[in-house]
């Protein structure tokens, strides 16, 4: 098992604003890490896989970055419709996957 | 389109056993692993169990192996999990996943059912 930790596990932003989430691994991941969005009532959704691209028709607005162990989650500018919690996920110990805890977006 | 949806979930006793299904569309199902992603109330998500896409492998974690056993129908595009010895501490929505190996991830998912254990 990789543990995986997210922070914050919540932020409240305003609409417009930067929102970073950042996911830890316990060791090396390579790029092999996701990010889901999950609304409130529904499926996860993916965001962003292979820590950086982009899953076709999800909103430029969100972008990966990072490697090795530290990776980041970003909105460059925030929207109603992004109240979710999101997770991030590794793929390095295939098939197994571990997911973070999870960090809610609540919009000010 | 792409679909999956899941069905079989329901009330439990502590014990008992339940067969989950899930129903996949608009894509080639035998040549996917697919994967079983569980939920508890209120928690965050949890890996359960994966299949390659012509079953000749499968993998659970390790609380449920043993007692869970995932299977598919590559004929009837529909993945299985049975569920025995069910505990109260399986109590989630359990959703059904296509997994892309290229990627590591799941790209498609359903919108899940929920197991209730309880007495």
């Known amino acids: 098992d990789i543990p995986m930790t997210q922070s914050p596990s919540s932020v409240s932003a305003f609409v417009g604003d930067r929102v970073n989430i950042t996911c830890r691994a316990s060791q090396d991941i390579s790029t092999w890490l996701a990010w889901f969005q999950q609304k409130p009532g529904k499926a996860p959704k993916l965001l962003i896989y292979e820590a950086s691209s982009l899953e076709s028709g999800v909103p430029s607005r969100f972008s990966g970055s990072g490697s090795g162990t530290d990776f980041t989650l970003t909105i460059s500018s925030l929207q109603p419709e992004d109240l979710a919690t999101y997770y991030c996920?590794?793929?390095?110990?295939?098939?197994?996957?571990?997911f973070g805890g999870g960090t809610r977006v609540e919009i000010k | 389109e792409v679909q999956v949806v899941e069905s079989g979930g329901g009330l439990v006793q502590p014990g008992g056993s339940l067969r989950l299904s899930c129903a996949a569309s608009g894509f080639l199902f035998s040549s996917y692993a697919m994967t079983w992603v569980r939920q508890g109330p209120g928690k965050g998500l949890e890996w359960v169990s994966t299949?390659?896409?012509?079953?000749?492998?499968?993998y659970y974690t390790a609380s449920v192996q043993g007692r869970f056993t995932v299977a598919r129908d590559n004929s009837k595009n529909t993945l299985y999990l049975q569920m025995d010895s069910l505990r109260t501490d399986d109590t989630a929505i359990y959703y059904c996943?296509?997994?892309?190996?290229?990627?590591?991830?799941?790209?498609?998912w359903g919108q899940g059912t929920l197991v209730t254990v309880s007495s």
């Open positions: 996920q590794q793929g390095n110990t295939f098939p197994a996957l571990t």
């Open positions: 996943a296509r997994m892309n190996v290229s990627s590591v991830t799941l790209d498609q």
């Open positions: 299949i390659s896409g012509r079953a000749h492998n499968s």
